[in-house]
C-alpha cells in the first residue's frame, strides 16, 4: 500500500511552498499519495490548525503520516517533532498544533526530531517545512524507524485555548476556532459539555453580538437572526442562515467569547 502523507499550511497556494514541499517529498518517497487538507489557514493560526487538524486526521487509514506546518516561531527556540498517536504520525513545530489530536487520543509518544541526516541542507532558518519536516515525513514513509529520528519528549507544547475557562458559576469564557467558508463561527464550547443550551437560556457574546437562539436544523432558523447551533464537528457554532455570522460579527479565529446561562 503506497503511504499517504497529508499536509496542513498556512501557505496559501499563490507562492511556490507548498510545492517546494510536495517536491522533496517525492523525491524522497516517489510512492507517496500526498493528500492537501488545507493551505488556507490563516497566517499564523495554529489554534484553527489544530481545530482543522482533529477534524479530518481520523478519517484517513492508519499509518498515515500529516505534516502541520503553522509555524511563526520558525528559527527559533521551539522544537521540531515527531508524534505517534491513535496509529497515525504527526510532524510538524512544537507550538501546540497538535493539542486537539493529543487531548482526544490520551496515549503518544513524541520525539524532538534532531537527526540533520534526514534533513535538506542547507536548512533555511525560515523554511522548515521543506527543510525538515518534508523530509522527516518522506524518509518516514519509506520505512525509517521513528526512534532514528531523535530523542523522546514527554511535554509537547497544549494551547490554552483549546478549551473554555470557567469565569463564575454559570460563566464560561472561550474562544473562535475557525470560521468556515460559510460563515459558521465555530467555538470551542464542545456540544457535549454545553448542550444544555438546546433547552435552557443563554447568552453568548462574540465580537459585537449576543445570541441567544438555538436551533436544531438550519431550516428552522429565521432569516437574518444569528443562533447557535450544534455543529458536524461535535462544537456550538454561531451561524446565520444563508449569510454569513462571521461577516456580520467581524469576528475570526482566535476571538474570545462568552457564554452564560440566563435564568
Given at each position: ?59 484517513f487509514p492508519a499509518g498515515t503520516i500529516h505534516v502541520v506546518v503553522v509555524d511563526p516561531g520558525v528559527g527559533g ?16 513545530p512544537d507550538n501546540g498544533v497538535f493539542s486537539m489530536v493529543l487531548a482526544a487520543v490520551g496515549g503518544f509518544a ?19 517545512g521543506r527543510d525538515i519536516f518534508a523530509p522527516v515525513a518522506a524518509h518516514l514513509a519509506q520505512g525509517i524507524a ?118
Amino acid at each position: 500500500m503506497q503511504p499517504v502523507i497529508t499536509l496542513l499550511t498556512d501557505f496559501g497556494t499563490s507562492d511556490h511552498y507548498v510545492a517546494a514541499m510536495k517536491g522533496v517529498l517525492l523525491s524522497i518517497c516517489p510512492g507517496a499519495r500526498i493528500v492537501d487538507i488545507t493551505h488556507e489557514i490563516s497566517p499564523y493560526g495554529i489554534l484553527e490548525a489544530a481545530y482543522k487538524l482533529s477534524q479530518c486526521w481520523s478519517c484517513f487509514p492508519a499509518g498515515t503520516i500529516h505534516v502541520v506546518v503553522v509555524d511563526p516561531g520558525v528559527g527559533g527556540s521551539r522544537r521540531p517533532i515527531l508524534v505517534e498517536a491513535g496509529g497515525h504520525f504527526f510532524v510538524g513545530p512544537d507550538n501546540g498544533v497538535f493539542s486537539m489530536v493529543l487531548a482526544a487520543v490520551g496515549g503518544f509518544a513524541a520525539r524532538e526530531i534532531t537527526s540533520a541526516e534526514y534533513f535538506r541542507h542547507p536548512v533555511s532558518r525560515t523554511f522548515h517545512g521543506r527543510d525538515i519536516f518534508a523530509p522527516v515525513a518522506a524518509h518516514l514513509a519509506q520505512g525509517i524507524a521513528p526512534e532514528r529520528f531523535g530523542t523522546e519528549l514527554s511535554d509537547p507544547v497544549r494551547l490554552p485555548g483549546a478549551v473554555p475557562v470557567p469565569v463564575e458559576p454559570g460563566r464560561w469564557a472561550g474562544t473562535v476556532l475557525a470560521v468556515d467558508r460559510f460563515g459558521n463561527i465555530v467555538t470551542n464550547f464542545r456540544s457535549e459539555e454545553f448542550g444544555w443550551i438546546a433547552g435552557q437560556g443563554f447568552e453568548i457574546t462574540v465580537g459585537s453580538g449576543l445570541v441567544s437562539r438555538y436551533c436544531r436544523t438550519y431550516a428552522e432558523a429565521p432569516a437574518g437572526e444569528l443562533f447557535a447551533i450544534g455543529g458536524s464537528a461535535g462544537f456550538v457554532e454561531i451561524s446565520m442562515r444563508e449569510s454569513s455570522g462571521g461577516d456580520r460579527l467581524g469576528v475570526l479565529p482566535g476571538t474570545a467569547l462568552l457564554i452564560r446561562k440566563v435564568l
